[in-house]
């Protein structure tokens, strides 16, 4: 079971936007800074939110990351069949002195 | 670009030993952080542990600790990851990923800002 709770999936049309949130606690989300990772089938993951809400160059501005409190949200704008993959939270945790991962959401586009 | 290329990745019986290894190249090695992650086949991510530039300073995850040992050769660009006492559900992917991290004070930061290709390890009898 992940520290960090994301829903499993979510869907959307080409064109339209889809938002994952992460949910966390104090020690994780609260007080520490999140990123967030694409990755397609077979292939490793890649860094597109940092800082909670900044984009590492080369990633386009229909991604974008926020934090509010415990839980942090990334939006994709724009959806386009190529933006289906797994999408996964991480920060760190400060009393469990560790990484965490959310458990991963698929999105679809329909 | 970023270049880190995993090996030594295949089948180990449970109880067995495992060395991975993780090339670098096309950036200043010695200069940043390194982590390994590990994804079950069907899961999620889940962090091994990380290494600071100098190699003073290493942590992992408490699922590995005293089992596993991350090591790094900054002249020859090499991440290692010596596995002892491997069980069923170690079997994974295990990727190496350069590494920004700054856990000192909060807000603590940490993200993997490139990885590997990964290599598959199968504990199985």
């Known amino acids: 079971q992940s520290v960090l709770t994301q829903p499993p999936s979510v869907s959307a049309a080409p064109g339209q936007k889809v938002t994952i949130s992460c949910s966390g606690s104090s020690s994780s989300i609260g007080n520490n800074y999140v990123s967030w990772y694409q990755q397609f089938p077979g292939t490793a993951p890649k860094l597109l939110i940092y800082?909670?809400?900044k984009r590492p160059s080369g990633i386009p501005d229909r991604f974008s990351g926020s934090r509010s409190g415990t839980s942090a949200t990334l939006g994709i704008t724009g959806l386009q069949t190529g933006d289906e993959a797994v999408y996964y939270c991480?920060?760190?945790?400060?009393?469990?002195?560790?990484?965490?991962f959310g458990g991963g959401t698929k999105v679809t586009v329909l | 670009q970023v270049q880190l290329v995993e090996s030594g990745g295949g089948l180990v019986k449970p109880g067995g030993s495992l060395r991975l290894s993780c090339a670098a190249s096309?950036?200043?090695?010695?200069?940043?952080?390194m982590s390994w992650v590990r994804q079950a086949p069907g899961r999620g991510l889940e962090w091994v542990g990380y290494?600071?530039?100098?190699?003073?300073?290493?942590y992992y995850a408490d699922s590995v600790k005293g089992r596993f040992t991350i090591s790094r050769d900054n002249p020859k660009n090499s991440l290692s990851l010596q596995m002892n006492s491997l069980r069923a559900e170690d079997t994974a992917v295990y990727y190496c990923?350069?590494?920004?991290?700054?856990?000192?004070?909060?807000?603590?930061?940490?993200?993997?800002?490139?990885w590997g290709q990964g290599t598959l390890v199968t504990v199985s009898s």
């Open positions: 290494i600071s530039p100098g190699g003073t300073n290493i």
């Open positions: 096309e950036f200043t090695f010695s200069d940043y952080f």
């Open positions: 800082d909670n809400d």
């Open positions: 990923a350069r590494t920004y991290l700054s856990i000192v004070l909060p807000p603590a930061a940490i993200y993997f800002d490139s």
């Open positions: 991480g920060t760190w945790d400060s009393s469990l002195s560790t990484v965490a």
